[in-house]
Nanobody, 123 residues
Framework: QVQLVESGGGLVQAGDSLRLSCAAS????????VAWFRQAPGKEREFVAN????????HYTDSVKGRFTISRDNARNTAYLQMNNLKPEDTAVYYC????????????????WGQGTQVTVSS
């Protein structure tokens, strides 16, 4: 069992940066792949980035490549999403998710979810 709590969202201007955190509780976080998804109003939840337990494999959706970086600190049971050069189209609720085995990019493949944190980017 893994419980996830996101933090770090907020209102920023285009070009600014934010770092989201995902604090996990439970004994299996270090064995779990972690992912970030986002959902804008009226849109489906979409994949942003993921990382395997050992941090050796990452995937990003094309629209954030070169701007966002996913990372994790298994000793602290925490995952991060560093977001640079934010754009208005990045505005969404950002969710952290985790699962054992594999690094899928579909929301339905993830077992554990946080409650989400709002990111709003003004132009």
């Amino acid at each position: 069992q893994v419980q996830l709590v996101e933090s770090g969202g907020g209102l920023v201007q285009a070009g600014d940066s934010l770092r989201l955190s995902c604090a996990a509780s439970g004994r299996t976080f270090s064995l779990s792949s972690v992912a970030w998804f986002r959902q804008a109003p009226g849109k489906e939840r979409e994949f942003v980035a993921n990382m395997n337990p050992s941090s050796t494999t990452t995937h990003y959706t094309d629209s954030v490549k070169g701007r966002f970086t996913i990372s994790r600190d298994n000793a602290r049971n925490t995952a991060y999403l560093q977001m640079n050069n934010l754009k208005p189209e990045d505005t969404a609720v950002y969710y952290c998710a985790a699962r054992l085995q594999g690094v899928p990019t579909t929301p339905g493949a993830y077992t554990y979810w946080g409650q989400g944190t709002q990111v709003t980017v003004s132009s």
